[in-house]
């Protein structure tokens, strides 16, 4: 063992650049194997009903077609398309069990080729009749018939702390305003794919997922066979942001083609078919009320949220998680509704509720801030959470305030005046914005296994998955540095079902669980070799386990400050947004560069959220009306100015040994508020109704 300089933190060049770069890291649709053929999903036209019949018989015909599976001829399973576990594993799926229709563009059928354009061109012959049902399909109609959700990801429903009654009372200056947001869609470079492929009763999947081990225990149970005789492969990910942290329909539908046709199926779901079977991010409708001192002290907050779901499964979007632990508040009353439409049930979209939840309060914040002609930074720094306000638990590490006074120096905040419509150059109104950016610090339970090869290699092994985040890259850190050994000495082993267990990539909380697991398994190989052990390979496998809040009796979250100039055209409405400065309390940053690479991503998506991303739902057939990349409007390169993004010196060591906090999705979180208070500073128009479209400031 050689005594080295500290790996972690270091901002070492991604491992597996190389094999990107070169065009040898494949992906779950590059996998060949003897015999492949091709499958294509047909969908729904309708939003609600039944299929009435499938004519089959011209597709059937079609040179090189193998199969057209549909409800007449897929095999009953155990669950029936139920979920076979909750989420972020399992859904309620469409694996042809019966003739419902639940929304427009819902797979009715599988068409299996010897050639992808076979299989596309026969995909089209499918012809299918439905008796079709009313639908609902608008959002404003939903809402008369909201719920509230049985039960939330990591809290209930409804959430009270002190006496809302009697803090609104005190309050002597309010704001009562209701923000919006749109149905958004994950575009990742690499839509969903699945290779499927059986030798006898064993099954092997090739699929581009954020949960190898989600991935083979629901399908494994889906369809009735043990998890030992299902293996899944996941070695590159070409971007996933919660779309692929679920087993969707087109994971299980691939294996039973596999299985009927008796060879190896490949399922690449087109880009058109993102809309709909795999998720998205559902509406969001929140009023937030507000009421303060005229000295900034804020008595009280309501926070009502009204999110879209399935008419068969219940997801919510729990935008109300930042209003709760954001800022010194005595007393709060948080709610979240449920309002069913027919579509596609939605899903974890890129810091899920924390991104919606931060555009809806931090727009309050600067409201309130005006209305009390206070500073808008010194308004959130006199309602500091010195503790999380719900719970009362102390923080683990929190340095917001820091965040706060760094990001504003490096800005010019100081310069900024602050009536709106006050600052131009030229044709172009000048505004600054900020808003605070958060998100939870989660960890779960994960295995690893470390061995010492006889070349006196260490190999370390993990069934994570890189979803394009630098999990490859901060894995062999890690080790390396515990084992006390050069990087190059050090192989990290991902992406395979059949290494020791990993959770979900989702939650920002893979770096922290999979980083400990890691850490740990490398410690306990370094002391028995230390010991003397002789043996050749070596091996030793842990289990992480991490203390939950209330076990620890600590708030575990990240704080950020995010700062952001926009240009608006004076006639034209056009919003241009120069730069972006951010500082975050993160913990301690495990590789500076992939680090802050992913925060700026992070601020790239939150700039997209603010002024780009809608998914239209047209309210006639119940189909998204812009789906592709044509219409679904993202930032190019052109769209993104100056991204000067920091953290601030801070080792989390009370959250675990590491000193590391997630930070996959805290950079969303605050953009696309900051971005809104600047545009209301430049025009003196604010828009609470995201995306913020040049239609809604002429």
């Known amino acids: 063992m050689n005594d080295m300089t500290p790996l972690v933190g ?25 015999g492949l053929c091709h499958a294509v999903m047909v969908r729904t036209t309708v939003p609600a009903g039944r299929v009435a019949a499938i004519d089959a018989a011209d597709a059937k015909a079609m040179p090189g077609v193998l199969l057209v599976m549909t409800h007449e001829n897929t095999p009953q399973l155990p669950q029936k398309g139920e979920a076979a576990f909750g989420p972020p594993a399992g859904r309620k799926l469409t694996l042809f069990q019966d003739t419902e229709v639940r929304y427009n563009g819902e797979p009715v059928a599988l068409v299996i080729a010897e050639t992808f354009e076979q299989a596309q061109e026969a995909a089209q012959r499918v012809r299918v009749k439905y008796e079709a049902k009313d639908a609902v399909l608008d959002f404003e109609r939903a809402k008369a018939h909201a719920y509230k959700p049985e039960k939330m990801t990591h809290s209930p429903p409804d959430t009270c702390w002190g006496d809302i009654e009697r803090g609104l009372a005190e309050g002597e200056v309010k704001v009562d305003h209701v923000y919006t947001t749109p149905m958004e869609t994950h575009n990742p470079m690499e839509p969903h794919a699945t290779l499927a492929h059986w030798e006898g009763p064993h099954l092997t999947l090739y699929d581009s997922t954020q949960y190898v081990a989600g991935v083979r225990e629901t399908t494994a149970k889906t369809l009735g066979i043990p998890v030992e005789q299902v293996e899944v492969h996941s070695p590159f990910v070409g971007g996933g942001f919660g779309c692929k942290g679920s087993t969707w329909s087109h994971v299980v539908l691939a294996a039973l083609a596999a299985r009927q046709v008796k060879r190896p199926v490949k399922l690449v779901v087109e880009r058109r078919q993102m809309f709909g079977p795999v998720g998205g991010r559902p509406c969001t409708e929140q009023r937030v009320l507000l009421a303060a001192k005229r000295d900034g002290t804020i008595t009280g907050v309501r926070h009502d949220v009204i999110s879209h779901t399935s008419v ?66 010194e308004l959130r720094v006199k309602n500091h959470a010195d503790a999380d306000p719900s719970k009362g638990f102390p923080w683990s590490s929190k340095k917001l305030k820091e965040c706060y006074a760094e990001a504003a120096r490096r800005f010019g905040w100081d310069k900024r005046s602050p009536a709106p419509r006050s600052m131009r150059d030229g044709r172009w109104l000048v505004g600054h914005g900020m808003a605070t950016a958060t998100y939870p610090a989660h960890m779960d339970k994960c295995k690893a296994v470390a061995m010492l090869e006889a ?200 959250f675990n040994a590491l000193g590391a906090r997630g930070i996959g999705e805290i950079g969303i979180t605050g953009v696309a508020a900051s971005v809104a208070n600047a545009v209301y500073h430049a025009t003196g128009r604010r828009v609470r109704d995201l995306p913020i479209t040049l239609d809604k400031l002429l």
């Open 10 to 34: 270091r901002g070492i060049d991604r491992v597996d650049g190389p094999l990107k770069v070169t065009g040898h890291a494949k992906y779950a649709a590059e996998f060949a194997l003897e």
């Open 312 to 377: 068969f499964e219940d997801y919510t979007e729990s935008s109300t998680q930042p209003t709760k632990s954001l800022y010194g508040i005595a007393n709060g009353h948080l709610t979240q509704r449920l309002a069913q439409l027919n579509v596609g049930t939605p899903t974890f979209m890129r810091a899920p509720g924390e991104s919606t939840g931060t555009f809806a309060l931090e727009c309050a914040m600067d409201e309130l801030a005006e209305a009390l002609a206070i500073d808008p930074v």
């Open 455 to 654: 070349d006196g290699t260490y190999v370390v092994r993990c069934s994570t998955q890189d979803i394009g985040t630098g999990t490859y890259t901060i894995g062999a850190q890690v080790a390396a540095e515990a084992l006390g050994v050069a990087l190059g000495q050090v192989r990290f082993e991902l992406g395979d079902s059949r290494f020791p267990r990993a959770p979900v990539s989702g939650g920002s909380m893979t770096a922290a669980s999979v980083g400990m697991a890691v850490r740990n398994a490398c410690l306990a190989l370094k002391e028995k070799v230390l010991a003397g052990a002789k043996e050749r390979p070596l091996s030793v496998e842990v289990e992480y386990g991490p203390k939950g809040e209330d076990e620890a009796k600590l708030a575990m979250r990240s704080f950020g400050a995010v700062f952001t100039e926009v240009r608006v055209d004076r006639d034209l409405g056009i919003v241009r947004v120069p730069r972006v400065v951010a500082t975050y309390s993160v913990g301690r940053l495990l590789n500076a560069k992939t680090g802050i690479n992913q925060l700026q991503g992070g601020i790239v998506w939150g700039i997209s959220m603010a002024l780009m991303e809608e998914s239209f739902l047209d309210k006639r057939s119940g189909r998204i009306a812009n789906a592709d990349l044509a219409e679904y409007h993202v930032p190019v390169n052109a769209d993104i100015g100056v991204l000067d993004v920091t953290v601030v010196d801070e080792n989390d060591v009370a």
